[in-house]
């Protein structure tokens, strides 16, 4: 049987408050979370694990070439392909707040950003501010999450997330 890789998750938000709660969420749902405090390192986090996940892939390349073995060989054309499937999105969710630093609407950008480097990676928005929420549904096809659900409770967002990782 197929051992199964963890559910990883990157939270991208600039308030404790909110890292706080999604680290009690991670903790509920076992899954790994990563956290970032401002979009630049959360698209230095990004870019960090596909090229980690790249080097992987070229080093399991090398070893099917040198392969003899036929179910060696399938094994590793198996586990080849899965890393492909990785690179293309690096995290199985990237929750991340719309106004970061507070204020600035920058989430939208590495939205924007997030979707032309990684377009098969599930991206959720944590925000406050209705407008900004519909103009990122809007362009890229993102869901939102109203931020102030989230203050008055953490229940929403871990149904939520639980939910979105299943599919």
């Known amino acids: 049987m197929a051992r199964r890789r963890p559910k990883l998750v990157l939270f991208v938000d600039d308030e404790a408050r909110i890292h706080n709660t999604t680290g009690t ?5 076992r899954i790994r979370a990563r956290r970032a405090w401002h979009p630049d390192e959360a698209r230095r986090i990004l870019l960090r694990r596909a090229t980690a996940i790249e080097r992987q ?3 399991l390349r090398k070893k099917l070439e040198s392969s003899r073995n036929a179910e060696e060989r399938r094994r590793l054309r198996g586990k080849i392909s899965t890393l492909g499937r990785m690179k293309k999105s690096p995290f199985d969710l990237v929750v991340q707040d719309i106004n970061m630093p507070i204020g600035h609407p920058t989430g939208v950008q590495l939205a924007g950003d997030i979707r032309r480097d990684f377009p098969k990676q599930r991206v959720v928005v944590l925000s406050d501010d209705r407008e900004n929420m519909e103009e990122i549904d809007d362009r890229f096809g993102i869901p939102g999450y109203d931020k102030l659900k989230l203050i008055a409770g953490t229940r929403g967002l871990e149904e939520f997330i639980r939910g979105y990782l299943k599919r």
């Not at 969420?25 to 749902?29: E, S, V």
Request: charged share 25%.
């Open 25 to 29: 969420i991670a903790k509920k749902l």
């Open 57 to 59: 892939q070229n080093a």
